[in-house]
């Protein structure tokens, strides 16, 4: 008896996770993504990651929220000789999902052709997207109330983000 009790509440459990990961909109439409912007490294709002030998950075003036709930941004990573790369990413905090719509290269942006939504967790290849989500962009599963808030908790130190009466 007592294996079937914990057997149900595993299930229960099991239950209650795959319904924080599943949307529960859908009826849920993206909108247009705006075009990047040019890429810019003097005002980037630095994001530290750990164990990484570039500097990263988003660019203010391009976070926007969209009317669909998506946060949108340049993120810009530089290496130590000088080398620029950069997306423009869209994170949906309700689903903790990420996009790339197009990639900066050879001065200019390329589109990116059958594009996904992909999980910020998992192979660690969001994991830019995972930091700006917690700094930021998110409040838990929705986003944070604008693009001027996120920009403004991007560049807090960890103590005072999300509390604006301490800034």
């Known amino acids: 008896m007592r294996i079937r009790v914990a057997f149900a509440g595993l299930l229960l459990c099991g239950a209650f996770a795959?319904?924080?990961?599943?949307?529960r909109d859908p009826d849920w439409k993206e909108a247009a993504a705006p075009p990047p912007p040019a890429v810019q490294t003097t005002r980037?709002?630095?994001i530290e990651m750990r164990g990484s030998v570039l500097r990263w950075g988003v660019d203010p003036a391009s976070?926007?929220?969209?009317?669909?709930?998506?946060?949108?941004?340049?993120v810009v990573a530089q290496s130590d000789s000088g080398t620029v790369n950069a997306l423009h990413e869209g994170l949906r905090c309700r689903t903790a999902?990420?996009?790339?719509?197009?990639?900066?290269?050879?001065?200019?942006?390329?589109?990116?052709?059958d594009r996904?939504?992909?999980?910020?967790?998992?192979?660690?290849?969001?994991?830019?997207?995972?930091?700006?989500?917690?700094?930021?962009a998110c409040l838990g599963h929705a986003?944070?109330?604008?693009?001027?808030?996120i920009?403004?908790?991007l560049a807090a130190?960890?103590?005072?983000?999300?509390?604006?009466?301490?800034?």
Do not use: C, M
């Not at 976070?63 to 340049?74: E, F, K, Q, T």
């Not at 992909?118 to 930091?131: A, F, N, Q, Y």
């Open 44 to 46: 980037l709002l630095p």
């Open 151 to 153: 920009a403004r908790d």
């Open 63 to 74: 976070i926007s929220l969209g009317p669909d709930g998506v946060v949108r941004y340049v």
């Open 97 to 113: 999902e990420s996009t790339v719509y197009a990639r900066h290269s050879g001065g200019r942006w390329v589109p990116v052709v």
């Open 116 to 136: 996904e939504w992909k999980p910020v967790h998992g192979d660690g290849t969001r994991l830019h997207t995972l930091v700006i989500a917690r700094n930021g």
């Open 157 to 167: 130190p960890a103590d005072t983000r999300f509390r604006p009466e301490l800034r």
């Open 18 to 23: 795959h319904a924080q990961l599943v949307d």
């Open 143 to 149: 986003p944070n109330r604008s693009a001027e808030q």
